[in-house]
């Protein structure tokens, strides 16, 4: 029976400060139990729960052996009665006192919770200030950059879209300077590359129904994609406007797809290419991304006169007038432009190579 006796005199001080304080908390029981025993350091030390409880208890277990040392002495208040109770309640203060120490180690906790807390917010606010200065600069590189005219079909503005920087260099602004995406600079050359490519096809060989396929389903997707990667508006607004929306007719059971020319000239698809090139690789530098060269073959894509005198420049033009001639008229296809429907016309200018 002393042992059930020691065993409440020492349980029950701890057990009721802690159960009244969960049953007067909010929320869920691993709510209550987080708000009990977990400090909080956007909060003072008087509002932790667990500062409380670290005094609370002591108190406690100092009334509850006390209780049992005063067992059978009276209340005096001479000097003979106070001698006494520092005698018998060696053991109860002794309790009582453990409240200082285990205060100031929840103060402690408490102080450097806070302390760290300062220091991350403060690693925050500096990781804010160098994410939107280096987005800053970011759009700061660009400015320098005058407006081009290209082949007399393309002005390059060279404005990055607002969401760029995001697609280069994703990453939450807490976290500093953001790394740039390796993926999403593969995905660039895979495209420019692959437009290349294609756009070579047509403008070295004669025109023929594999140049059409090519031109249509190949080379304008290709650098459709390009211009979609780099949020060129230029290429897949302004030129999209006076481009050819091409449906082939509805096969049975197959999903109908559309194909969307680049502008409706060979000048309009050397343009973009050139634009797309050329803001690419002020967006390769500022990142110091070393991206792939064009191959030899392929380099009078990106600059000079020697795609005028290629034997397929006039294969667009070729495009163009079998696509109303045979296309739509033999075939069943849907050509649209601008959400209108386009009448054929020739374009003699597309010719003179």
């Known amino acids: 029976m002393d042992y059930i006796y020691l065993f409440l005199h020492l349980i029950l001080p701890i057990a009721l400060p802690i159960f009244f304080m969960l049953l007067s908390a909010n929320g869920d029981f691993q709510e209550r139990i987080n708000k009990l025993f977990v400090l909080k350091s956007n909060e003072s030390l008087i509002r932790q729960n667990l500062f409380w409880l670290s005094l609370i208890v002591p108190v406690g277990l100092f009334v509850s052996f006390g209780a049992v040392c005063w067992k059978g002495y009276r209340l005096d208040l001479s000097q003979e009665g106070v001698s006494l109770f520092l005698s018998i309640s060696t053991f109860p203060l002794a309790l009582l006192s453990a409240a200082i120490p285990l205060g100031v180690v929840v103060a402690s906790f408490h102080s450097t919770q806070q302390t760290a807390e300062q220091i991350r917010q403060a690693s925050i606010k500096n990781n804010l200030e160098a994410y939107y200065l280096h987005r800053t600069e970011f759009f700061k590189h660009f400015e320098r950059h005058e407006t081009v005219n290209y082949l007399g079909a393309l002005e390059g503005k060279f404005v990055p879209h607002p969401l760029l920087y995001n697609n280069c260099s994703p990453g939450a602004p807490e976290e500093g300077v953001p790394k740039r995406s390796e993926g999403y600079f593969h995905q660039i050359d895979a495209a420019f590359s692959s437009a290349a490519t294609f756009m070579h096809i047509v403008f070295t060989h004669q ?25 060129l508006p230029e290429i897949y607004r302004d030129m999209a406007a006076n481009s050819l929306l091409v449906e082939p007719p509805a096969q049975p059971g197959k999903e109908v797809e559309k194909y969307l020319t680049v502008g409706v000239k060979a000048s309009d698809i050397v343009a973009a290419f050139r634009y797309a090139r050329d803001f690419y690789v002020n967006l390769a530098a500022f990142y110091g991304y070393e991206h792939p060269d064009l191959p ?16 397929g420049w006039a294969n667009v033009a070729k495009f163009k007038e079998d696509l109303f001639e045979n296309y739509v008229k033999r075939y069943g296809f849907k050509v649209t432009k601008p959400s209108e429907i386009v009448p054929y016309e020739t374009d003699d200018a597309e010719g003179m190579a």
């Open 207 to 231: 025109y023929s129904e594999k140049v059409f396929n090519i031109y249509l389903c190949n080379a304008c997707v290709s650098m459709h994609a390009v211009s979609n990667l780099l949020g």
């Open 296 to 311: 030899e073959d392929v380099k009078y894509l990106g600059t000079g006169g020697k795609v005028f005198s290629l034997p």
